[in-house]
């Protein structure tokens, strides 16, 4: 009898895969591919619980899709430059080269150890010269097509990691990565016009079905389209124009004044020579060094100026005051707005705090505001009021006829304006890809030649913790000739966000070594789309879009075909442990390594994979821990217990696999082998359609029990008493639950399956297929309401999960009708009734 002992059993069954390159892909002639891709990590010296979930998700679909036959892409590799290793360089007086390369190490044999079914000839790095180069050769290509270009902008500024911050980088105000409050600076800046690319970023969206509703929804906020008009101001007394941007022309004949941002180029033209003069350019300075997220907030008390001036509406020639305030941001829009108090929350607050005028232009469907008495601004749409030749309208009828009014008298037009920002790239730290430029005194910017890429980091640097770029001080460096006239120049020292590497990073995979290119097109046009991204949702915005811009201009330099580069998301929660997120920081940490140790890899894949849904955060619990421990150590037995008897038996699964005929069988023998084929049919829908996959493995565990009820093994004398009559039946469950089981816990499933005398590679092995006739899906009746009132009857598998009967309903053209604008709770009884609430109450 043989003792489930992992640490004996693991490091054998990894040592058979990599001598079989067991996960190379290409080896499969003529089958489909599949590119399983997971987030690559940043080598920060350990693995911690999140990567683990992030890697066992994406190894059980890889593997799984390796068994069902398709020619599986699974890379992995190194997101290796960045702030953190310059940081610990400086503590620890040490290159980060050194340092990285360390971790990278570490790090490679911790991913070993968990078993995972990487391609690792496919692995890269981006610190390297042979990575990075293409960063600076695809820079290259877009300076050439005005994609990258420089500009003196104001920037977010981290002043403790004392470098850049992209708007995105910018969180609640503070840096993402240290939490420092964001400044405001003007440098001169490298910036790629990802807003070229606004519309069909936000276009394609709608399209794709393959990634969460959330994921979606927040990069549409992100990109922010706004429709409307653009008007005219004249100012009283000057030739000078202000341009408004506004989404309710709708409510022009309610503007009671005009807002300019304080940084607005007109403002110290407005107040030359007159008493508001002073005031005006105090104010503006003190804004001056508010980002622009904090301007935006919406709890931020809203303060202004007058700065004495009138300006004249164009569609009502009333005169308003012209204020400078907070609350407008230059970077949007125009960077001014007329204001109408009485229907904007913002403007609202301002005009109450400074004694404006409120007129009520629009009253909602209910019926008339009482426009003395108004307490709130009404921000809906509705019809109009007190609006002259307008009134009367409908919000949507009277922005048509207003902004076609104004575009016919010259004074405004239809506009579109866009949040999204262009991203800026610089970065004044060393730990990354120099950008490849050369500012000559006459030729001003010129980009290195293609063939004397790549521009090296140099190695000698002296880091300080305080201030300035480490490569501006290195001469030798700095000092080049410029590529065009020759002339002694100046080398650009800023190096790119380490955002642009992970931006094309899955591309590289397919071709890694190429040193031609950054890949083979007709490779990529083999692989691409990426089939499954299984990552964190906090790079929902940052990194999706950046690697979604970068597809978009490698499909326009010719390189690739698509636009989009992944089909379907997979965005996994958090591992939680007492509640919040595990973090160095909190000390709520579970250390993988020490998991590994005390129960091997299997049981922390499987305790990472069976807690929670991939979707949902996953509460770190060492009961659930013991339990999945209990189950790993218990289907062990079986097999140890059951295999010399099963000895006579032919192999029914897998390549060499007969089958079993269907029968007679005797009951107990029949009833298992339905649970059998229950089971593969369950397991093979979790995995490749729903990505159940707590699921799966709790279907695994009824297996189990199944088989232990109808061969029982003893725990204290392990005698198996399976009857020749039996022991098919009993075959067939124990390799099925080995095949099955490898996703999963691979290392556990290739020691049973070789336990029951098989000499394949489970991990290689064919994945077991359903018997129909022995598979009686159940089906029940749903009733489906929404708000109450019964829409539909859906038919749908019992024991369907709320997810997929609710999923269903959306799927139902009755029930869709309905669904208006949103669900916002539903409440579900089991194989009977789903009630879905709507809000609006359409019903
Ligand atoms: C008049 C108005 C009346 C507005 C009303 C709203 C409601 P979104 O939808 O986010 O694009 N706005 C324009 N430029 C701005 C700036 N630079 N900084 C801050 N706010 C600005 O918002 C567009 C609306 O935000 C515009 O429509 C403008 O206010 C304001 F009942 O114009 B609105
Ligand atoms: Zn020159």
Same mark, same amino acid.
């Given at each position: ?755 029951? /005398? @098989?000499?394949?590679? %489970? #991990?290689?092995?064919?994945?077991? =297929?359903?018997?129909? &006739?022995?598979?009686?899906? !159940?089906? +029940? ?10 829409? /539909? @009857?859906?038919?749908? %598998? #019992?024991?369907?999960?709320?997810? =997929?009967?609710?999923? &269903?309903?959306?799927?139902? !053209?009755? +029930? ?28």
């Amino acid at each position: 009898m043989a003792e489930y002992n992992p640490a004996e059993i693991e490091p054998r069954w990894q040592e058979a895969w990599e001598s079989a390159r067991a996960f190379e892909p290409g080896r499969l002639a003529g089958a489909r591919k599949f590119y399983c891709l997971e987030m690559l990590p940043y080598p920060s010296g350990r693995l911690h619980m999140g990567h683990v979930r992030n890697y066992s998700i994406g190894d059980v679909v890889a593997r799984f899709q390796t068994m069902r036959g398709l020619d599986v892409m699974h890379p992995m590799g190194w997101d290796s430059f960045g702030l953190p290793a310059e940081n610990a360089a400086i503590k620890h007086s040490r290159h980060p080269a050194e340092w990285t390369n360390e971790n990278i190490s570490h790090m490679r044999a911790q991913l070993r150890s968990m078993g995972y079914a990487y391609a690792w000839s496919r692995e890269i790095a981006s610190h390297l010269p042979e990575y990075y180069r293409w960063n600076q050769w695809l820079f290259v290509r877009m300076y050439e097509k005005d994609l990258a270009y420089r500009s003196r902008r104001k920037v977010n500024w981290c002043p403790k990691c004392l470098t850049v911050l992209a708007n995105e980088q910018v969180e609640q105000g503070a840096c993402w990565r240290c939490e420092t409050p964001a400044e405001q600076r003007d440098l001169d800046q490298w910036f790629f016009r990802i807003t070229r690319y606004a519309a069909e970023l936000l276009d394609d969206l709608p399209g794709m079905t393959g990634w969460p509703e959330r994921v979606r929804t927040m990069q549409e906020n992100w990109i922010g389209r706004s429709e409307g008009c653009d008007l005219d101001f004249r100012v009283e007394g000057s030739g000078a124009i202000i341009k408004v941007f506004t989404t309710r022309v709708d409510t022009i004949h309610g503007c009671t004044f005009v807002a300019i941002a304080p940084d607005h180029a007109l403002v110290t033209e407005l107040v030359r020579g007159l008493p508001e003069e002073a005031e005006v350019a105090r104010f503006a300075e003190g804004e001056r060094k508010v980002p622009s997220a904090e301007k935006l907030r919406a709890g931020r008390e809203k303060r202004g100026v007058f700065t004495g001036r009138q300006a004249i509406n164009p569609i009502t020639g009333t005169k308003v005051p012209i204020w400078v305030a907070n609350f407008v941001v230059a970077e949007y829009g125009t960077g001014a707005l007329e204001a109408v108090p009485a229907h904007d929350a913002r403007d609202y607050e301002f005009a109450r705090a400074y004694g404006i005028p409120i007129r009520v232009v629009v009253d909602p469907p209910e019926g008339p505001l009482d426009a003395a008495a108004l307490e709130t601004p009404y921000t809906g749409e509705g019809t109009t009021r007190d609006s002259g030749a307008y009134s009367g309208l409908k919000t949507p009828e009277a922005r048509r006829r207003i902004t076609r009014d104004a575009e016919r008298a010259g004074v405004g037009r239809g506009a579109i304006q866009f949040k999204l920002r262009d991203w800026g790239i610089s970065r004044q730290r060393y730990w990354g890809t120099p950008i490849p430029i050369i500012h000559c005194p006459a030729c001003g910017a010129v980009p290195v030649a293609d063939e004397d890429l790549p521009v090296l980091l140099p190695a000698d640097v002296r880091l300080q913790a305080e201030g300035g770029s480490p490569l501006a001080a290195h001469r030798g460096f700095v000092e080049a000739a410029c590529p065009k006239c020759g002339e002694p120049a100046r080398r650009e020292t800023d190096t790119m966000d380490t955002f642009v590497d992970s931006a094309w990073y899955f591309y590289r995979y397919l071709d890694p070594r190429n040193d031609g290119a950054p890949f083979d097109s007709k490779v990529a046009e083999s692989w691409f789309p990426i089939d499954l991204y299984v990552g964190g949702i906090t790079h929902a915005i940052l990194h999706l879009m950046y690697a979604r811009f970068f597809s978009m201009v490698l499909r326009d330099l010719g390189l690739v075909s698509r636009g989009e580069p992944v089909k379907r998301l997979l965005t996994q929660g958090m591992v939680t442990l007492g509640g919040s997120a595990m973090s160095k920081s909190k000390g709520n940490i579970v250390d993988p390594d020490e998991m590994v140790r005390k129960h091997g890899a299997d049981v922390t894949r499987l305790f990472t994979l069976f807690a929670a849904p991939p979707e949902k955060d996953l509460e770190w619990n060492d009961l659930g821990v013991e339990g999945v421990d209990r189950f790993a150590r218990r289907f062990h037995r079986l097999v140890d217990a059951h295999a010399p008897a099963l000895a006579r038996v032919p192999p029914v699964f897998g390549r060499e696999g007969a089958g079993l005929a269907n029968g007679p069988w005797p009951a107990v023998a029949s009833a298992l082998r339905r649970k059998t084929h229950a089971t593969i049919f369950k397991i093979t829908e979790d995995v490749d359609r729903r990505l159940h996959l707590n699921t799966a493995i709790a279907a695994l565990m009824e297996l189990t029990n199944a088989i232990y009820l109808a061969a029982p093994v003893s725990d204290l004398e392990v005698v198996s008493r399976v009857d020749a009559a039996l022991a098919p039946a009993v075959r067939e469950a124990l390799e099925a639950g080995s095949l099955l089981l490898s996703p999963f816990a691979p290392h556990l499933a290739e020691e049973c399956w070789s336990m029951l /005398g @098989r000499s394949t590679l %489970a #991990a290689r092995e064919a994945w077991p =297929e359903p018997d129909t &006739a022995l598979v009686e899906t !159940e089906e +029940v009746t749903i009733v489906v309401q929404v708000n109450g009132k019964v829409r /539909g @009857r859906l038919s749908v %598998a #019992a024991g369907a999960s709320e997810s =997929e009967v609710l999923e &269903a309903a959306r799927a139902d !053209e009755k +029930v869709k009708a309905h669904l208006g604008a949103g669900v916002s709770r539903t409440v579900y009884v089991p194989d009977k009734l789903l009630n879905v609430v709507v809000q609006g109450g359409r019903g």
